[in-house]
Each structure stands twice: as structure tokens, then as C-alpha cells.
């Protein structure tokens, strides 16, 4: 069965700096998307960014990247020029190809602190 | 607007008690969902269904039971057999449960059992 990993449960950043959110996923399988949705203190779940597992090339939605490497199977974001309004849960999420019901398996979160 | 609306916010239940959550959309979605949140841990799947009068279970369904009579709804009813209720519970939708959609959530029901 597959997992996905968030092995940070709290990163903190200052202002205007630049973060890094982990998550590892062990699969063995070669067509998937991984997702990492938003979690406000609103607690609406809004997704940030997507990666196709055949598309090589890096995802990317304004200020939000990530840093996919398939072979280690790892799905890192990142945020650039934090803002307040970036303080929130970020989950990690992947979904296979090969499940008919497409489910989404999620990692347990990692919580963004903004230092003002 | 369209969207995901979910109630109640917050509902409190006392043991041995059913209790139903509400969950509507009005996006046109085929498919609905119902994911469980518990603290420190990642979303979990109660049911999902692709189409009108038809679900399936997820990983953590005992205890739990749905419908689907309209598209646009999706209600969870919470059992007494569920041991451990108390949870964060989301809705969310999507136009199908294929592997290029993006699922669309609601604002979530906190369920306390007293």
C-alpha cells in the first residue's frame, strides 16, 4: 500500500523568506499525481499544486514550487516570499493511477508558522 | 457562488445517538466525498460516490452510513456504532473520481460526543 511521509509537524519562517515543506511517498508504481493542499485556521482545504508523476518538469503557481524527484520519491514545496496568509496546514497527498477509485492517500501535515 | 456548503459548523452528539451532517454542492460535481480529520494525522476516506444512488466505502466506513439521492447532495450520518466520533469531518466534491480531478472541499463539521 502506498504511504506518504511529512516528517516536519511544525516549520517556521520569517516574513518574506523563503520555506521548504518534505514529503516522501513510497510507491511502486509509475503514474500518479501528488498534490499539497492548504489547511487555514479556517480549516477550508484549498489546493496549492499538482505534479504529474510523467512530467519531468517542475510544477510551479506563483510563488509556490515544488521539487519533484521521482526516483527518491519525493515531493517537496516550496514557498518563496512568505506572507501571512501563508500560515497554515500543508498536506501532502498522492493518488495512483492504478486504483479504480482514485483515492487520495495523505500524509499527517506539517503546520507553517509566519514569524511577522 | 458556487461551492461546497456544509452544516452544521459544529454539532455535538451524546453517546448512543445518530446524528446526520449535511453536505451540498452546487458545482455540478459527479462525485462526493467524505474524509475524516483527526488530530496529527492526514484525511481519511469514510465513502465516496461517483454517481446519483450509488457509493462505495473507503478505508474507515464502520459505523458511518450515506446517500446519494441528488447530485447535489451527499449526507453522512454518524451511528452509534461509530466508537469514537469526535472528529473534524470534510466534504468534497469533484467531476470525477478520475485521476486528473481536483477534488473541491467544504468548511468542515467539528462533531463532539459528549
Known amino acids: 500500500a502506498q504511504t506518504v511521509t511529512q516528517s516536519q509537524p511544525e516549520m517556521s519562517v520569517q516574513e518574506a523568506e523563503t520555506v521548504t515543506l518534505s514529503c516522501t511517498y513510497d510507491t511502486s508504481e509509475s503514474d500518479y499525481y501528488l498534490f499539497w493542499y492548504k489547511q487555514p485556521p479556517s480549516r477550508q482545504m484549498i489546493l496549492v499544486i499538482r505534479?504529474?508523476?510523467?512530467k519531468q518538469q517542475n510544477a510551479t503557481e506563483n510563488r509556490f514550487s515544488v521539487n519533484f524527484q521521482k526516483a527518491a520519491k519525493s515531493f517537496s514545496l516550496k514557498i518563496s516570499d512568505s506572507q501571512l496568509g501563508d500560515a497554515a496546514m500543508y498536506f501532502c497527498?498522492?493518488?495512483?493511477?492504478?486504483?479504480?477509485?482514485?483515492?487520495?492517500?495523505w500524509g499527517a501535515g506539517t503546520k507553517l508558522i509566519i514569524k511577522p | 457562488d458556487g461551492g461546497i456548503t456544509q452544516s452544521p459548523k459544529y454539532l455535538f452528539r451524546k453517546e448512543g445517538q445518530n446524528v446526520t451532517l449535511s453536505c451540498e454542492q452546487n458545482l455540478n460535481h459527479d462525485a462526493m466525498y467524505w474524509y475524516r480529520q483527526d488530530p496529527g494525522q492526514g484525511l481519511r476516506l469514510i465513502y465516496y460516490s461517483q454517481i446519483v444512488n450509488d457509493f462505495q466505502k473507503g478505508d474507515i466506513a464502520e459505523g458511518y452510513s450515506v446517500s446519494r439521492e441528488k447530485k447535489e447532495s451527499f449526507p453522512l450520518t454518524v451511528t452509534s456504532a461509530q466508537k469514537n466520533p469526535t472528529a473534524f469531518y470534510l466534504c468534497?466534491?469533484?467531476?470525477?473520481?478520475?485521476?486528473?480531478?481536483?477534488?473541491?472541499f467544504g468548511p468542515g463539521t467539528r462533531l463532539t460526543v459528549l
Open positions: 497527498a498522492y493518488r495512483s493511477a492504478l486504483d479504480s477509485n482514485y483515492q487520495l492517500i
Open positions: 505534479q504529474e508523476a510523467y
Open positions: 468534497a466534491s469533484s467531476t470525477g473520481v478520475g485521476l486528473y480531478n481536483e477534488q473541491f
